[in-house]
C-alpha cells in the first residue's frame, strides 16, 4: 500500500506561483491568443521583453484597469488605489511591487517587466547580493531611484532634495535566493507611510494576502532592516522523512524611491 503524499504551495510574496494559472504569463506565438475560457481575464497586456534575449512579446493578464495611487501619505489601505487593494476588488491581482509603487496594475506586477526585462528562475538562483542587485536594477528601469542600505542614506537623500519638495515616498527591498527543498527563491517590498516625516512608519502586503503594518512577526514595522521577514513554510511532504518545516528567511536588501511620476509597471 502506498502512503499518500503531498507538496505544498510554496507562499511567495512577489514572484508569481508556478501554479497560480490566472497570473501566467502568454509566450509569443499561438500563446497570445485567448487562454482557457476559464481563465480568460478581461485583459491580456502585451510586453516586448528584451532580456533574456530571444523572448519577444509576452501577453500579462490584467483583471482590472491601472489605478496611480501617487505618493503614500499615510496607512490607508481602502483609500489607495481606490481600494484595489481590498479583498472586495483587486486584492489578489496585487503583490507587493504593486503596493510598494502604490501602483494598482491588477496583474501581478514583475519588477523590470514594462521595461522589458523579465525576471526568470536562474536569477534567484543565486546569492542575496546578486539576486538583490537584479531585482533594484530593475525596479530602476521601471523608474524607481536606488537610495541606499541604511537609514542615513534615507536621511541623505532627503537632504539632498531640500529645495523640492520630497514628491514620492521610499520603500524597501527585502530577498530570499533558491535553496533547500526546491524553495525557487522571492523577493518582497514594505512602504514607507511617512517618507516626509521620520520614516519609521512602514506597510506591506503579502502577495495576494490583505494590507498590513506589521511585519511577519507581528510588528508594527518601524525599519524593514530590523523587521522580521522569517516565513515557515509548513511541511513540504507527507512522506515519512521528509516532514520537516521549510523555514525561509527574506533578507533586507536596500531602500529605493518611487517618484510621484515617471514610474510604470506591469
Request: with cysteine; hydrophobic share 35%; proline share 8%.
Amino acid at each position: 500500500m502506498t502512503s499518500s503524499r503531498f507538496v505544498r504551495r510554496f507562499k511567495l510574496s512577489g514572484r508569481i506561483a508556478a501554479d497560480d494559472q490566472f497570473h501566467q504569463i502568454r509566450l509569443s506565438g499561438r500563446a497570445l491568443e485567448a487562454p482557457d475560457e476559464h481563465l480568460i481575464p478581461p485583459t491580456i497586456v502585451n510586453v516586448n521583453i528584451t532580456v533574456p534575449p530571444g523572448t519577444g512579446t509576452i501577453g500579462v493578464p490584467q483583471y482590472g484597469p491601472t489605478v496611480v495611487g501617487g505618493p503614500a501619505a499615510g496607512y490607508d489601505p481602502p483609500g489607495d488605489c481606490g481600494g484595489n487593494y481590498m479583498s472586495y476588488k483587486f486584492q489578489a491581482n496585487n503583490n507587493c511591487y504593486a503596493y510598494g509603487c502604490n501602483i494598482s496594475t491588477n496583474t501581478f506586477p514583475q519588477p523590470g517587466r514594462q521595461s522589458g526585462f523579465l525576471l526568470t528562475a536562474a536569477n534567484f538562483q543565486t546569492s542575496v547580493p546578486a539576486l538583490g542587485q537584479t531585482v533594484s536594477s530593475y525596479a530602476v528601469k521601471d523608474g524607481l531611484i536606488f537610495v541606499g542600505t541604511a537609514t542615513t542614506d534615507i536621511t541623505g537623500f532627503k537632504s539632498s532634495r531640500q529645495r523640492a519638495a520630497l514628491n514620492g515616498h521610499f520603500v524597501a527591498l527585502m530577498v530570499s535566493p533558491a535553496g533547500d527543498q526546491n524553495w525557487p527563491g522571492d523577493y518582497h517590498w514594505a512602504r514607507c507611510d511617512d517618507s516626509s516625516g521620520p520614516c519609521d512608519s512602514w506597510s506591506q502586503k503579502d502577495g495576494g494576502d490583505q494590507v498590513t503594518n506589521f511585519d511577519f512577526a507581528g510588528q508594527p514595522i518601524t525599519n524593514p532592516a530590523t523587521a522580521n521577514w522569517t516565513v515557515n513554510q509548513g511541511p513540504l511532504s507527507q512522506a515519512p522523512n521528509n516532514n520537516q518545516d521549510l523555514v525561509v528567511d527574506y533578507q533586507f536588501y536596500c531602500f529605493m524611491f518611487v517618484p510621484a511620476s515617471g514610474v510604470n509597471i506591469i
